[in-house]
Protein backbone atom coordinates (compact mmCIF):
# COMPACT_ATOMS: atom_id res chain seq x y z
CA UNK A 1 0.00 0.00 0.00
CA UNK A 2 1.10 3.24 -1.07
CA UNK A 3 -0.84 5.20 1.30
CA UNK A 4 -3.44 7.85 0.73
CA UNK A 5 -2.85 10.61 -2.58
CA UNK A 6 -1.08 14.06 -1.55
CA UNK A 7 -4.07 16.66 -0.86
CA UNK A 8 -4.48 19.33 -2.98
CA UNK A 9 -3.76 23.08 -1.24
CA UNK A 10 -7.25 24.53 -0.87
CA UNK A 11 -7.67 26.94 -3.54
CA UNK A 12 -8.54 29.76 -1.06
CA UNK A 13 -4.97 29.31 -0.48
CA UNK A 14 -4.26 29.46 -3.67
CA UNK A 15 -5.70 32.86 -4.52
CA UNK A 16 -4.66 34.73 -1.35
CA UNK A 17 -8.69 34.86 -0.38
CA UNK A 18 -9.22 37.35 -3.81
CA UNK A 19 -12.21 35.35 -4.98
CA UNK A 20 -14.69 37.69 -3.20
CA UNK A 21 -13.19 40.57 -4.78
CA UNK A 22 -11.91 39.17 -7.87
CA UNK A 23 -15.08 41.34 -9.79
CA UNK A 24 -14.35 44.69 -8.12
CA UNK A 25 -10.35 44.51 -9.53
CA UNK A 26 -9.52 47.42 -11.45
CA UNK A 27 -6.71 46.03 -13.16
CA UNK A 28 -7.04 44.45 -16.99
CA UNK A 29 -9.91 42.25 -17.46
CA UNK A 30 -8.68 38.42 -18.01
CA UNK A 31 -11.35 36.34 -20.25
CA UNK A 32 -11.16 32.70 -21.00
CA UNK A 33 -9.11 33.91 -24.21
CA UNK A 34 -6.56 35.65 -22.43
CA UNK A 35 -2.89 34.75 -22.66
CA UNK A 36 -0.83 35.18 -19.83
CA UNK A 37 3.32 34.78 -19.91
CA UNK A 38 5.69 35.58 -17.04
CA UNK A 39 6.69 39.00 -16.50
CA UNK A 40 10.05 40.07 -17.35
CA UNK A 41 11.45 40.39 -13.88
CA UNK A 42 9.90 37.21 -11.61
CA UNK A 43 13.76 36.79 -10.76
CA UNK A 44 13.93 36.20 -7.02
CA UNK A 45 10.47 36.24 -6.06
CA UNK A 46 10.04 32.60 -7.82
CA UNK A 47 11.19 30.67 -5.14
CA UNK A 48 9.46 31.95 -2.88
CA UNK A 49 6.17 31.36 -4.40
CA UNK A 50 3.83 28.16 -3.72
CA UNK A 51 4.40 24.97 -5.79
CA UNK A 52 1.32 25.64 -7.91
CA UNK A 53 2.27 29.45 -8.62
CA UNK A 54 5.67 27.63 -9.93
CA UNK A 55 4.10 25.40 -12.07
CA UNK A 56 1.81 27.88 -13.46
CA UNK A 57 5.01 29.89 -14.62
CA UNK A 58 6.67 27.06 -16.23
CA UNK A 59 3.72 26.90 -18.57
CA UNK A 60 3.80 30.88 -19.04
CA UNK A 61 7.53 30.95 -20.30
CA UNK A 62 7.88 31.56 -24.04
CA UNK A 63 4.94 32.12 -26.08
CA UNK A 64 2.30 32.02 -22.94
CA UNK A 65 -0.35 30.04 -22.68
CA UNK A 66 -4.80 30.59 -22.37
CA UNK A 67 -6.22 30.95 -18.80
CA UNK A 68 -8.72 28.49 -19.91
CA UNK A 69 -6.00 26.10 -20.60
CA UNK A 70 -4.43 26.97 -17.39
CA UNK A 71 -7.38 26.42 -15.45
CA UNK A 72 -7.88 22.55 -17.45
CA UNK A 73 -4.45 21.43 -16.06
CA UNK A 74 -5.09 22.96 -12.75
CA UNK A 75 -8.48 20.93 -12.46
CA UNK A 76 -10.09 24.32 -11.59
CA UNK A 77 -13.11 26.02 -12.34
CA UNK A 78 -12.48 29.31 -14.13
CA UNK A 79 -13.45 31.92 -11.41
CA UNK A 80 -10.87 30.29 -8.99
CA UNK A 81 -8.10 30.28 -11.82
CA UNK A 82 -8.97 33.74 -12.56
CA UNK A 83 -8.60 34.91 -9.20
CA UNK A 84 -5.21 32.69 -8.65
CA UNK A 85 -3.95 34.82 -12.08
CA UNK A 86 -4.87 37.67 -10.56
CA UNK A 87 -3.05 37.62 -7.18
CA UNK A 88 -0.14 36.16 -9.42
CA UNK A 89 -0.17 39.71 -11.42
CA UNK A 90 -0.40 42.04 -8.09
CA UNK A 91 2.19 40.07 -6.91
CA UNK A 92 4.39 41.35 -10.79
CA UNK A 93 4.73 37.26 -11.94
CA UNK A 94 2.59 37.45 -15.19
CA UNK A 95 1.47 39.46 -17.90
CA UNK A 96 -1.80 39.08 -19.66
CA UNK A 97 -2.62 39.85 -22.97
CA UNK A 98 -6.66 40.00 -24.02
CA UNK A 99 -7.43 39.16 -27.29
CA UNK A 100 -8.97 41.98 -29.66
CA UNK A 101 -12.24 40.58 -30.12
CA UNK A 102 -12.96 41.24 -25.87
CA UNK A 103 -16.57 39.76 -26.17
CA UNK A 104 -15.75 36.66 -28.10
CA UNK A 105 -17.33 34.95 -31.20
CA UNK A 106 -20.10 33.53 -29.35
CA UNK A 107 -21.13 31.19 -32.48
CA UNK A 108 -17.94 29.89 -32.89
CA UNK A 109 -17.91 28.53 -29.07
CA UNK A 110 -21.39 27.11 -29.59
CA UNK A 111 -20.69 25.27 -33.21
CA UNK A 112 -17.33 23.71 -30.81
CA UNK A 113 -19.48 22.86 -27.54
CA UNK A 114 -22.03 21.37 -30.03
CA UNK A 115 -19.27 19.57 -32.42
CA UNK A 116 -17.51 17.82 -29.10
CA UNK A 117 -20.62 16.77 -27.47
CA UNK A 118 -21.78 14.89 -30.55
CA UNK A 119 -17.61 13.18 -30.26
CA UNK A 120 -19.05 12.20 -26.89
Known sequence: MNGPPPRRTRTYALTE???ARAHGH???PLTMQSLICTADRPGALVGAVPQEWQTVLAWCCGTGI????IAARLQLRLTPTLALLRAMHAHGLITSQT????DGNVAI???VRNCLARTQ
Open 99 to 102: SLDA
Open 66 to 69: AVAE
Open 17 to 19: NRA
Open 109 to 111: LLR
Open 26 to 28: AAQ
